[in-house]
């Protein structure tokens, strides 16, 4: 993974250097979205197959198709994320049709948390959201390995006070 850290050098020439996030995020909703809709899959299938006849179980074929789009946008959706630290400001990019690209200046961070729920926690990843003066302006990196959310969290927060300091 790159680093777009400025301690690190940054980025040649302005540019900032882009972080992608960890495979197991993308691993994680796919298990996800097999288990729900499988299940739902078997239950749309069996039950009218049992009480209706046979040929009503072809409605488990929707939920099955529905599996095979979803894999295929997980996927898009999941490498158009993407986060760079910058001098003064962090950078979120995100969205396959509509891009979104948010910019968060150090200085107007609030509060930075680290959050796992017992899923993520299973997969080993976290979730680094931040939060501002501005209740619009909360942005959120999922999916991050648990060490860098930390040094992420430890960084932010020691950037955004340095920076409020002259407030």
């Known amino acids: 993974m790159e680093t777009g850290r400025p301690e690190d050098g940054g980025a040649a020439g302005g540019e ?11 691993r994680m909703r796919r298990l996800l979205l097999v288990v729900w ?5 078997l239950a749309v299938g069996l039950v009218p197959g049992l009480v209706a006849g046979a040929a009503w179980s072809a409605l488990s074929l929707a939920p099955l198709a529905l599996m095979a789009w979803g894999w295929v946008l997980l996927g898009r959706n999941w490498r158009s994320w993407r986060y760079a630290e910058r001098a003064d400001d962090l950078l979120i990019s995100r969205g396959v049709l509509w891009r979104e690209e948010t910019v968060v200046p150090y200085g107007r961070m609030q509060l930075v948390e680290v959050t796992s729920g017992p899923v993520e926690r299973h997969f080993g990843l976290a979730t680094v959201q931040l939060h501002t003066a501005a209740a619009t302006t909360d942005a959120t990196i999922p999916g991050l390995d648990p060490a860098e959310a930390e040094r992420l969290r430890d960084r932010l927060t020691e950037l955004g006070e340095a920076r409020s300091a002259g407030l």
């Open 37 to 41: 809709l499988g299940l739902l899959a």
């Open 16 to 26: 900032p250097v882009w972080n992608a996030l960890p495979p197991g995020l993308l």
